[in-house]
Nanobody, 120 residues
C-alpha cells in the first residue's frame, strides 16, 4: 500500500506563507500524479490542487488560484504546496495523495495530514 507523509503546517498570521511537503514512504512519487486536499472543521474534504507526473497538467481549486502553487522535486522525492497570502478560511488539515492521473481514484492511503491554522 502506498503511504504518504505530509509536513510543513503550522500557525501563521493572515497574509503569511507556508510551504507544505508531501513525501513518499517506500515508493517514488514521480511515478504518480499527486493531489492535495484539505478538510476544515465541520466540512467535507475538498480538492486543492493536483500535478501530473510530467507536470503538464496542474489544477487548482478556484478558491486557491493565484494563491497556492504546487510543484514537484523529483530529486528529493517530494511534492510541495506553496501557500501565500493565507486567509483564515484556509485553516484546515491538508492531505496529499498519489493517483494515476489527476481526478482519478486515489492509490495511496490517507496520511495524518498537516494542520494549517491562519489566525491573528
Amino acid at each position: 500500500q502506498l503511504r504518504v507523509v505530509e509536513s510543513g503546517g503550522g500557525l501563521v498570521q493572515p497574509g503569511g506563507s507556508l510551504r507544505l511537503s508531501c513525501a513518499a514512504s517506500g515508493f517514488t512519487l514521480d511515478h504518480y500524479a499527486i493531489a492535495w486536499f484539505r478538510q476544515a472543521p465541520g466540512k467535507e474534504r475538498e480538492d486543492v490542487s493536483c500535478i501530473s507526473q510530467s507536470e503538464n497538467i496542474i489544477n487548482y481549486a478556484d478558491s486557491v488560484k493565484g494563491q497556492f502553487t504546487i510543484s514537484r522535486d523529483n530529486a528529493n522525492n517530494a511534492v510541495y504546496l506553496q501557500m501565500n497570502n493565507l486567509k483564515p478560511e484556509d485553516t484546515a488539515v491538508y492531505y496529499c495523495a498519489a493517483t494515476g492521473y489527476c481526478g482519478s481514484i486515489l492509490l495511496s492511503e490517507w496520511g495524518q495530514g498537516t494542520q494549517v491554522t491562519v489566525s491573528s
